[in-house]
């Protein structure tokens, strides 16, 4: 793995080829089971993925964020995860401007996320708004989900 940050003792850079065991570790400590339930899904999603960019302590994955993106136009993404032992020591915030920084050439960059204030306060810090905040007609999002 390439090193992009340092946060304190973690290490944060791209990496491809994690292992099913590590990712289904991750993603089951952050409680996000529609993809640890499906884990030939969560393996197809990542190694599907334009971009991923971890964080390790002494070599365990404790943070992922990826992307899908063009290179040109768009950039969507996808999912921003730590493991709750390394919360709010600024890793999620390193994880994302290390997607922003690979993609800060393309002008659009999307993301959904849950309904909750400090996930709204952790994006806006990073630069996001939300649609309805760009002001009434100006831009719509739809989503579905299958």
Excluded: N
């Excluded at 969560?42 to 992307?67: E, F, I, K, M, N």
């Excluded at 960059?109 to 996930?119: G, R």
């Amino acid at each position: 793995m390439r090193t992009l940050f340092r946060v304190d003792e973690f290490v944060v850079g791209p990496e491809t080829d994690i292992p099913l065991a590590e990712l289904l570790e991750l993603y089951g400590a952050v409680g996000w089971t529609v993809y640890t339930d499906k884990p030939e899904l969560l393996a197809a999603g990542v190694a599907g993925s334009s971009y991923v960019v971890t964080a390790r302590r002494t070599g365990r994955l404790v943070g992922l964020a990826r992307a899908v993106s063009d290179d040109a136009t768009i950039c969507y993404l996808q999912d921003v995860l730590v493991h709750p032992d390394a919360q709010r020591r600024g890793i999620g915030g390193a994880l994302v401007r290390a997607v922003l920084d690979r993609y800060r050439s393309v002008r659009q960059k999307v993301l959904l996320t849950d309904d909750e204030p400090a996930q709204r306060a952790f994006y806006e810090a990073l630069g996001y708004a939300e649609i309805r905040d760009f002001g009434p007609g100006t831009l719509r999002g739809f989503v579905r989900f299958d």
